[in-house]
């Protein structure tokens, strides 16, 4: 334990470090095992200090707290105190030596950003895989969390370094690296080898309170401790200015650097580095994502030929403007399942569809906003439906512990502000029948966007989680309606 201490900015140890054996580092009480190190972790709905002793009658011989707690004076516990407000990247830089910093083995890739951070870590991946670097893809479509807790990632992190030293081999990790990640120190003890920026726009005020205090969370990704290089996407102005304020070597990627530029349902063309690229994804924001990844494969070594190729190689990703199709399928319009479920996300998905929509086609929307989450943006999303779409249902997403109709009437405030054009309205709180209703109002050449849940296969309403998948609903409809 006295090794792993050397990593941290200790105030004071109670107890003989040196006569302990930490065998695993530990945040929830629930899990803990004897010999864990118990991280006690000041949370925004409880305290891990009120969990130590339960911590401690588990078998962990070792606290790491920001307070003196009390436990049984048989049990013989060390007890290492750290600053207030310090216990969260203690645990990062202690699980990451704990495991024996396994990012250092490894090129490592962190995306952040409002929207595209999945399908930006997705094509990076696929085209390290291409080159022939084995890559661990970690994400909102690996698990639970976008960027899982310290001690999870660690763990994950020091398994593909492992499987690297087997094929002796360089492994590859690209992640998304979320906001709350950021502000929570989950990436504490990891410096990226490339830092990628996507964007900024509305999102997750719930927590970060302000937008001012959310582009500071993405911001610190791109420092001297978090990251080698930088990644932007310039066009952005939260992009423009992490470039202004730029404490690292920064790469500045515009929408300029993609030319010949052809767009579709279901695919894109462009030409990049005098290459011809082909992807399978729709939408111009998606060639940005693109451009994003190719770039931060150059700079992690990827000759630009193979860059190219992996991006040809790359698969749609789940829930991002992912078509629906059935076997037999013979629909003379497009469903598509999107995971915008902000604003700005919103609005980009929407215009693309506009824009390459056949003349006198319609656009028909689906969606919702989350219950227990940002309000603000509520109104903002009804406002961009209504001015985009022109058919725009509103319906439940993943209400959680709130009323459904209170969420659909916030959004139903913003649609009167929709001046410029203005969208049939349809309000039908049940997800399943809203999906019928676009599919069966959707004639020839019209396009049906799925929006706010993309990949995921549960709502959440009422505490519990039921199984619902936008793009299997939208299947079993289409296969009925033949």
């Known amino acids: 334990m006295l090794r792993l201490l050397n990593e941290i900015d200790v105030l004071h140890v109670s107890g003989d470090p040196a ?43 070792g606290l790491l707290c920001e307070h003196a707690v009390e436990v049984p004076s048989e049990a013989h516990v060390v007890q290492v105190r750290v600053a207030p407000g310090s216990a969260r990247p203690s645990m990062g830089r202690l699980a990451s030596a704990f495991f ?5 083995q490894l090129l490592t890739a962190g995306v952040t950003g409002t929207n595209g951070k999945t399908t ?48 002796h081999s360089t492994h590859a990790v690209s992640m998304e690296v979320s906001s709350h990640a950021l502000a929570q120190s989950r990436v504490e003890g990891i410096t990226f080898d490339v830092a990628v920026f996507t964007n900024l726009s509305h999102d997750h005020l719930d927590f970060h309170k302000t937008m001012e205090s959310y582009w500071e969370a993405k911001a610190s990704l791109f420092t001297p401790e978090r990251a080698a290089r930088g990644i932007v996407f310039a066009d952005d102005p939260a992009g ?18 993609a030319a010949v530029v052809e767009l579709g349902l279901g695919w894109s063309r462009f030409v990049w580095h005098d290459r ?54 013979q629909s003379p319009f497009s469903v598509l399942v999107d995971y915008a479920h902000t604003p700005a996300g919103l609005e980009v998905v929407l215009s693309e569809l506009r824009r390459m929509s056949k003349p006198g086609a319609r656009v028909v929307v689906v969606f919702g906003c989350g219950g227990d989450r940002d309000h603000a943006k509520r109104p903002v999303m009804g406002e ?3 001015r985009l779409a022109d058919l725009a249902i509103v319906t439940s997403d993943n209400p959680r512990g709130e009323d459904p109709l209170r969420i659909i009437d916030e959004v139903r405030s913003g649609i009167t502000a929709a001046t410029e054009r203005r969208a049939e309205v349809v309000i039908e709180p049940d997800r399943r029948r809203a999906i019928e209703l676009a599919i069966e109002r959707a004639g020839p050449g019209d396009v049906v966007l799925l929006a706010g849940k993309g990949h995921e296969t549960t709502q959440e309403q009422h505490g519990q989680s039921v199984p619902f998948d936008d793009r299997a609903v939208a299947e079993e409809v289409l296969s009925c309606s033949r």
């Open 19 to 61: 006569n302990v054996e930490i065998t695993s580092i530990e945040y929830d009480s629930r899990r803990t095992e004897p010999g864990a190190l118990f991280c006690c972790l000041p949370g925004q709905v409880s305290d891990g200090h009120d969990h130590a002793a339960e911590a401690v009658a588990r078998g962990a011989l």
């Open 384 to 386: 961009v439906a209504a």
């Open 276 to 329: 011809s690229v082909e992807i399978s994804l729709s939408g111009r924001f998606n060639v940005d994502n693109a451009l994003l990844a190719a770039e931060a494969a150059l700079t992690l070594g990827v000759e630009p030929d193979e860059v190219a190729n992996g991006l040809a190689h790359t698969p749609s990703v789940r829930g991002r403007m992912e078509p629906v199709v059935i076997e037999g399928d």
């Open 120 to 167: 930006v870590s997705h094509l990076l991946g696929s085209v390290l895989e291409q080159a022939g670097i084995p890559t661990m893809v970690i994400g909102t479509l690996t698990g639970t969390r976008t960027t899982p807790e310290a001690t999870e990632l660690q763990e994950l992190l020091a398994h593909e370094r492992d499987l690297g030293i087997q094929d």
């Open 240 to 257: 423009e200015r992490l470039l202004a304020g730029a404490r690292i070597p920064m790469h500045a990627v515009r929408r300029a650097d």
């Open 100 to 104: 024996g910093h396994p990012s250092r």
